[in-house]
C-alpha cells in the first residue's frame, strides 16, 4: 500500500498534473493512427485491450460501441470525453486524414504545454515558501544553539 502511494504520489510530480497525461498520450497514438491511414475502430480496440489506465479503458470501449452504433469516430471521441465537443465537431468537419492527424497533434502539445505551466506556476509558488521554511528552520536551530551559550556567559560573568 504504501509503495502504491509513494508510486502514484512520484508519478503525479515527476508527470505534473497528469489527470491528462493518458489522454494526451492516447490523442497522440490516435494522431499516428490516423496519419498512417488506419481504422480508429481497430485502434481503439487495442487502446482496450491494452491500456492500463482503466478509465481510459471504458472510455475506449465506449468509443468502440458507439463507432459500432455508426456514429462517426470523431462525435464518438467528444461523447466519450477524449476531446472536448467542439474539437470533436471540428475534427468531423476535416476533409483530410492528414488534417485530423495534424489537429490531434496540436491538442496534444496544447494539453502538454497546460500541464507544463501549470507546474511551473506551482513550483514558482512553491520555491520561495520552501526557501522560508528553511530560513525558519535555520532560524530556530540558531536561538537553540546560542540561547544556552548566552546563558552560560551570563551565569559566569
Known amino acids: 500500500p ?36 488506419a481504422e480508429l475502430n481497430a485502434h481503439f480496440l487495442e487502446v482496450q485491450s491494452h491500456c492500463e489506465n482503466r478509465t481510459l479503458r471504458k ?28 474539437e470533436a465537431v471540428a475534427l468531423d468537419a476535416m476533409q483530410s486524414d492528414s488534417m485530423r492527424s495534424w489537429a490531434l497533434l496540436r491538442m496534444t502539445q496544447r494539453d502538454t504545454d497546460t500541464m507544463r505551466n501549470q507546474r511551473n506556476t506551482l513550483f ?9 521554511l528553511f530560513g525558519l528552520f535555520v532560524l530556530c536551530v540558531c536561538f537553540a544553539t546560542f540561547e544556552p551559550l548566552t546563558a552560560l556567559i551570563h551565569a559566569l560573568s
Open 2 to 37: 504504501l509503495r502504491i502511494v509513494c508510486k502514484s504520489w512520484f508519478y503525479r510530480w515527476n508527470v505534473g498534473f497528469s489527470r491528462n497525461r493518458y489522454r494526451t498520450e492516447l490523442l497522440m497514438g490516435t494522431a499516428a493512427a490516423v496519419g498512417s491511414g
Open 124 to 132: 514558482t509558488v512553491l520555491h520561495p515558501l520552501v526557501i522560508c
Open 59 to 86: 472510455k475506449a470501449a465506449a468509443v468502440v460501441k458507439l463507432i459500432a452504433a455508426g456514429i462517426s469516430p470523431w462525435v464518438a471521441l467528444g461523447k466519450a470525453g477524449f476531446v472536448t465537443e467542439r
